[in-house]
């Protein structure tokens, strides 16, 4: 399965997370711990918020840690908020139209797990795409569709009911066709503004997702670890497995549950998918 990254907080350079800690992202496209694939070099993306409400895109089909124009990105680009996926493909293609994240306007979304069966499913679960979105979408990977069903179901008004009934529709969709288990995954999404994370499964233990402890308690318990003096105190991440060992620093959000970031404040809620679609 993929890894992924989400950072919300002070501007800070790119491989301030991609490159810098002990177990970063690029590490984890190489030796990933936790997830089903120790390497994830089907691709990767990064994501992230300048002046405009638009967020800018970089990806590729390389292997993340191959990708010099990335690494040269990355010493350069600051943003408050970033997101950042590497890929491990479920057998969709590797091409440039499936690397997460995924853009519509100012919404960014990223995705580890999958849709079992997806092409079994997929002409329904397209076809229940709304029209005017249809056209948008441009690769052929079930977190695209299920992005656009999520927008479908409102995800500009209430991203985490949007997404809830995008499950839901999901499941019922695989359970007519005979598909058990439908639905593992940890899935991001942002506006710019707020930041979501979701963890569910529809049988079984989903992907592992972890957020970070407060950076004023982890600044006063580790005075000397130089990043949490530059971090705000509102900053926030939001990963697949943690970026390195320090005690205290990363907390596991429970299964079924969504993770909010927005202004500084972060909060867990039950998730639970609905039918109302």
């Not at 690029?26 to 120790?38: E, F, M, P, R």
């Not at 070099?41 to 124009?69: C, I, M, R, S, T």
């Not at 970026?243 to 429970?254: K, M, R, S, Y």
């Amino acid at each position: 399965m993929c890894r992924w990254l989400v950072y919300s907080g002070s501007p800070v350079p790119l491989e301030a997370f991609l490159y810098q800690p002990e177990h970063s992202l690029i590490d984890q496209s190489l030796n990933a711990k936790l997830g089903t694939h120790t390497t994830n070099g089907d691709g990767f993306g990064v994501g992230w918020y300048g002046e405009d409400d638009e967020p800018a895109l970089y990806k590729g089909v390389n292997p993340a840690w191959n990708d010099q124009n990335l690494r040269e990105l990355s010493r350069h680009i600051r943003s408050r908020v970033i997101f950042a996926h590497i890929r491990a493909s479920t057998g969709t293609p590797v091409q440039h139209t499936n690397c997460h994240p995924f853009r519509h306007g100012r919404w960014l979304w990223m995705h580890n797990g999958q849709i079992a069966n997806f092409t079994d499913v997929k002409r329904e679960l397209v076809l229940a795409v709304d029209p005017g979105l249809y056209p948008h979408i441009r690769g052929s990977s079930d977190t695209e569709v299920f992005f656009f069903l999520a927008l479908t179901f409102g995800l500009e008004q209430d991203p985490p009911a949007a997404v809830a009934r995008a499950v839901g529709f999901i499941e019922e969709v695989c359970a007519r066709n005979g598909v058990a288990h439908p639905m593992r995954m940890s899935v991001a999404v942002t506006d710019g503004r707020g930041a979501w994370a979701f963890r569910y499964s529809s049988e079984g233990i989903p992907p592992s997702l972890y957020y970070s402890t407060k950076v004023a308690t982890l600044r006063e318990q580790l005075p000397d670890i130089s990043i949490f003096r530059t971090l705000s105190d509102e900053s926030r991440l939001i990963v697949s497995e943690p970026l390195g060992e320090l005690a205290g620093a990363w907390n596991e959000v429970p299964p079924a549950t969504f993770a909010t970031i927005r202004g500084g404040d972060d909060d867990l809620h039950p998730f639970t998918p609905r039918t109302d679609y």
